[in-house]
């Protein structure tokens, strides 16, 4: 009826899709790559020089014109360009080589840090993304916030403290509520702590504490710790770290008196026949899936044990006050418990 | 025709059979509004059948009845509206669902509110009753599932039950229309005001969060005197609600 | 001065707030519990262990078992599925001939005596009441077979338990457990089945369950399938097979659906939907023994006649579309015969035709009339004998006479494979897209749910009409 090469419409479809996979997979695709690759928009540039700056002085660690460049990895150029730009309406004091904020300055980077923050606690509380995933996210989201936008995300969280990796918010009015803790590496052995801040960078080392399961509000205690490694204990599992990563971790010293728990399972490793009590359920589970468990009845307290094994091995069915509620793993590992 | 004499049972108030009347989905000119709130799974579709003669279907899922449902009956010449909300665990969530629920006690203004628990899973049930207990003064717990709850040698003690939750408590199994007349009955004097309750409030809350809990409702009441449920709107305020905080600006907790 | 209070008052919630630090809802939760066992202790008496029922536990234990749970599962379902269409046959047949057989010819006269003009008889009788009519009889039957049988497994007990059998299995494409009942009941409807997803109270698993439900093979394309596989599948076989070939390929068809739904779920779970808020609960209540007639009742009030209507409502101007675009010219072709021929082209490089695609177009409303416009307007542009005339569906009684028009229009081996894969991979009908609106009130799902779907079947079909041709 019609001729054609069935041969060449195959390839040209396949040539289509390729392109089209090369294109858009994900976060690895040329579009997405050019798209991030492109110029940033000048006040991207001024605002992520804002931040940096107000992050390297509050850790008294200045930086000059070059240094801005080097770690923002943009053009050189540009960088001086926006500097002189920035010193023109008074952000920033250029004099030589150094570059100090000014106060509006100083105050325009954290209401950046606010944006910042505050987006990646609504990340938490209200989305299904990854943990790994926050900070990308935010990092793009804090440049498209207006000041409206930012007061009405703060009401809609419930005007929250800390952003989840327990650093605090900066209040609309500019205060900024100190973290008063000791880093895990400098801990001497036998302390019970608990973790109130997770540094977010450098990118890498977050991303092996977050794959290791560390979360802030577990109690821990330190069992060993040498040049070569730190081992701590906490919700029941032994954890192993090497100091440079547990530096990126601050905790809170507890009094000798509070108890800390050794014999703590979590409910995935409670076996048939078993009964438990639960302790509590881990930080790591946040948001609307922390208070369905509650709602749920898994609170500190109430008795629990398997009631039907799954064919497939989970999602588990527990009998808690009474009723049959089946969990997947990801979750049970979630809910501490104290085998009786 | 010469009127029988009535046996004890049938001039019984609780035996009125004469008073009750289905109404189905006539909705018109009610004189009191009932809500019927209750945790999923505890058959509070059949006790909303039970009552008004309708059919809805109650689907042994949890989580069934995802709008709200209406119907109505009539007791002793009064007209009561009965809203089912949709089944929930707890008030303290932000789904759909609750919010549903949470909006209607509130500001649907019911008159009386029939939570319905699940007689062998009373503790499990207990976490939304004391919720509604919160916001309510007005409620008769609906202990259904007595059938099933015998079946399971469980037994409960009504009067001890109703004494600590402050509200009456009747046993019922609606599938068979077991303890339907009394918990009208029930619904009738709480609605007229001739059981007036105490109810249960929550106690078991660290001091730090009790007094601060305590704090913020006495300024409620200060503000607006005849809010029957301001340690509930500090609860909520306390947790950020966002939807409770909006709806205090907009004024719509003093109408 | 009111207003100043209320902004007082909440300004005194947020310092209170972060004085109290981030643990209230948790604190409050347990309070709540902790309470509710101290009245509970007072009151409850419990005479025996706690736990099941002796019995609910023994049936558990069996219906989840590692070896009867999915052989049990399967045959329940195949006993549903069959039951179904097998006993719809008969109600189908007999509705048929009433409504199509022996009603309409009456109105059409009825029509000419009350002296309508031909066209507008044509219009109403030929066009909307024979779609409506058809529709009718092949959907009412098995909807009003499948519906209460499900509800009566629901009513029981019995479905939470596949949930948590199978959760596993979908876990891993990022859906939920109860994905594989809403799934079930698309095998029903596709509308139902999108109702159906409300018992999913995780925001991201129901979209998935939403939008890949119409990878459920629903009663309307059931038929379809069927048809053309013993026509052409079941044809390549001697004849002694061809039953089986032709019942395998239908089952393969609707594997391949369950195949596409988990691929699906996966990729959107990936990508699209990678936000949404994800939670997972599964509550196994106790079995109770369900009310037969009362069940019967509800199912058929409850979703047989919702679905049934809305259906009704689409499936009338569809009937009106097909007869305009069959009866209007436009210079000395039908608007039917401008489009095939347009469509024709795209058609044949998908292993389809043009008639084909206008038959999906027109027949958006209900997958039932399908195959009647398309053997409609096989007739209408081969010009062949047979049939009722322009815009008036028809279907034969014997699958060889349709094989015979189906073969005029140029139909081969390919043209049968892929109208099954397309029958399977195509937008859901406009009830299902319009339930889907309601369900989700977003626009943007909608259209997802919509576009996706057809745009997999171009793909699909191209790919084994290219792949095909090169071989043969």
Same mark, same amino acid.
């Given at each position: ?98 570059? !100090? ?66 650093? %605090?918010?900066?209040? +609309?009015?500019? !205060? ?36 290791? +399961? ?127 | ?255 | ?89 008969? %109600? ?88 594989? =009942? ?61 039953? =089986? ?40 209540? %106790?079995?109770?023994? %369900? ?29 009106? @579309? ?29 292993? =389809? ?13 209900? +997958? ?12 209408? @542009? ?17 699958? +060889? ?46 259209? @997802? ?24």
């Amino acid at each position: 009826m019609y001729n054609y090469n069935p041969f060449w419409a195959l390839t040209i479809f396949l040539a289509v899709a390729v392109l089209g996979f090369f294109l858009f997979r994900p976060s690895k695709g040329w579009f997405w790559v050019i798209n991030k690759g492109a110029k940033k928009d000048k006040k991207e540039l001024i605002e992520d020089i804002l931040k940096l700056l107000y992050h390297s002085e509050n850790e008294d660690k200045p930086v000059n014109v070059n240094d801005i460049a080097r770690i923002l990895n943009d053009d050189e150029k540009e960088v001086l360009e926006s500097l002189s730009e920035m010193a023109e309406v008074d952000l920033i004091s250029l004099s030589g080589n150094h570059v !100090k904020l000014t106060k509006a300055g100083s105050d325009y980077a954290l209401r950046m840090v606010r944006a910042h923050r505050l987006w990646e606690r609504f990340l938490a509380e209200k989305t299904g993304y990854d943990e790994a995933d926050w900070h990308h996210i935010a990092e793009k989201k804090e440049h498209e916030l207006s000041a409206a936008e930012t007061e009405q995300l703060a009401a809609k969280l419930g005007n929250p403290q800390f952003d989840p990796h327990g650093d %605090p918010i900066p209040t +609309n009015t500019g !205060k900024v509520a100190p973290i008063n803790g000791v880093l895990l590496s400098e801990l001497e052995t036998d302390t019970i702590a608990r973790i109130i801040h997770i540094k977010d960078k450098p990118d890498i080392v977050y991303k092996q504490i977050v794959a290791e +399961n560390i979360h802030i509000g577990s109690h821990i205690r330190v069992v060993e710790k040498s040049p070569e490694r730190i081992v701590f204990h906490a919700e029941g599992e032994a954890f192993v770290l090497a100091p440079i990563v547990a530096a990126n971790i601050t905790v809170s010293v507890l009094k000798k008196d509070v108890l800390f728990e050794e014999n703590i399972a979590r409910l995935s490793m409670l076996q048939e026949n078993e009964t438990a009590e639960i302790i509590g359920i881990s930080r790591e589970m946040r948001g609307e899936s922390r208070r369905r468990l509650l709602d749920l009845g898994f609170v500190k307290g109430a008795d629990v044990k398997i009631d039907l094994p799954n064919p497939l091995g989970e999602p588990k069915a527990f009998l808690i006050k009474g009723t049959s509620i089946a969990l997947r793993d990801n979750q049970a590992s979630k809910i501490l418990i104290k085998k009786s | 025709m010469e009127a029988a004499p009535k046996s004890a049972c049938e001039t019984c108030p609780q035996y009125n059979a004469e008073g009750l009347k289905k109404l189905g989905v006539n909705l018109n000119e009610a004189d009191f509004v009932v809500a019927l709130a209750g945790n999923p799974n505890t058959g509070k579709s059949t006790v909303f059948n039970a009552l008004t003669g309708l059919k809805q279907h109650t689907g042994n899922w949890p989580g069934k009845t995802v709008t709200r449902a209406e119907g109505a009956f009539q007791y002793n010449d009064q007209k009561y509206k009965l809203v089912d909300l949709p089944g929930t665990y707890s008030l303290l969530s932000t789904s759909e669902d609750e919010e549903v629920a949470r909006n209607f006690i509130l500001f649907g203004r019911p008159s009386v509110t029939i939570i319905v628990a699940d007689a062998s899973r009373l503790e499990r049930n207990l976490n939304l009753v004391l919720q509604v207990l919160e916001i309510t003064d007005k409620a008769v717990l609906c202990l259904n599932l007595m059938d099933e709850a015998e079946r399971n040698d469980i037994e409960v003690d009504t009067r001890t039950l109703a004494r600590d939750l402050g509200i009456p408590v009747v046993a019922t199994s609606a599938r068979y229309l077991r303890g339907i007349p009394e918990l009208i009955q029930t619904v009738s004097d709480l609605a007229n005001g001739r059981i007036v309750c105490k109810p249960h409030r929550i106690k078991n809350i660290p001091p730090n969060i009790e007094k601060a809990v305590t704090k913020l409702s006495n300024e409620i009441q200060a503000v607006y005197p005849d809010i029957p449920n301001s340690r509930w709107l500090a609860f909520r305020l306390l947790e950020g609600d966002n939807h409770v905080i909006e709806l205090l600006r907009k004024g719509e907790f003093v109408k | 001065m009111k207003e100043t209070n209320v902004e007082n008052l909440i300004s005194l919630s947020n310092d209170l707030r972060w004085q109290i630090g981030d643990e209230f809802h948790d604190n409050l939760a347990e309070g709540i519990y902790a309470d509710a066992a101290e009245i509970v202790k007072g009151s409850v008496r419990n005479k025996k262990e706690k736990g099941h029922l002796r019995f609910d536990a023994k049936l558990d234990q069996i219906l989840t078992s590692k070896y009867l749970g999915f052989p049990l599962m399967f045959l329940i379902l195949a006993v549903v599925l069959w039951l179904t269409i097998v006993g719809a046959n008969y %109600p189908s047949a007999m509705l048929g001939s009433l409504l199509l057989d022996t009603v309409h010819p009456f109105l059409k006269d009825l029509g000419v005596t009350v002296g309508l003009p031909v066209w507008l008889n044509g219009f109403l009788i030929d066009g909307v009441y024979l779609a409506v009519a058809w529709v009718i009889a092949v959907m009412l039957p098995p909807m009003a077979i499948f519906f209460p049988l499900f509800t009566l497994l629901e009513d029981f007990g019995y479905l939470p338990r596949v949930a948590f059998n199978l959760d596993n299995l979908f876990k891993r494409a990022g859906a939920h457990g109860k994905q594989a =009942l809403t799934m079930s009941m698309g095998f029903g409807c596709n509308a139902a089945g999108v109702v159906a997803t409300r018992i999913i109270d995780s925001p991201r698993e129901r979209l998935i369950a939403i939008i890949t439900n119409n990878f459920s093979l629903c009663n309307g394309r059931w038929p379809t399938q069927i048809l053309i596989a013993t026509i052409f599948v079941g044809a390549v076989v001697p004849k002694a097979w061809s039953g =089986l070939v032709s019942l395998a390929a239908v089952i393969g068809i609707a594997v391949l659906g369950m195949g596409f739904m988990f691929f699906t779920s996966w990729a959107l779970s990936k990508t699209v939907l990678k936000g949404e808020v994800s939670t997972f609960s599964l509550e196994l209540p %106790p079995y109770r023994p %369900p009310r037969f007639w009362k069940t019967i009742y509800t199912s058929l009030i409850d979703r047989t006649l919702i679905v049934l209507w809305r259906a009704i409502v689409f499936a009338a101007p569809a009937g009106a @579309v097909i007869w305009l675009i069959s009866n209007v010219h436009l210079g000395d072709l039908s608007i039917a015969a401008w489009s095939i021929d347009f469509m024709n082209p795209f058609g044949y490089l998908l292993g =389809l035709n043009g008639v084909i695609l206008l038959a999906y177009i027109v027949a958006i409303p209900a +997958n039932e009339i399908v195959i009647p416009t398309v053997l409609m307007l096989t007739v209408l @542009v081969t010009g062949i004998g047979g049939g009722a005339g322009a815009g008036v569906m028809f279907e034969l009684d014997s699958a +060889n006479a349709t094989g015979d028009i189906l073969k005029a229009g140029g139909w081969t081996l390919l043209t049968a494979v892929n109208l099954m894969l397309f029958s399977l991979l195509h937008n859901p009908c406009s009830t299902t897209i319009y339930t889907i609106y309601k369900e989700t009130k977003s626009l943007k799902w909608t259209a @997802v749910a919509s576009i996706l779907p057809v745009i997999m079947g171009f793909v699909v079909t191209f790919l084994v009409a290219q792949v095909w041709r090169l071989l043969s």
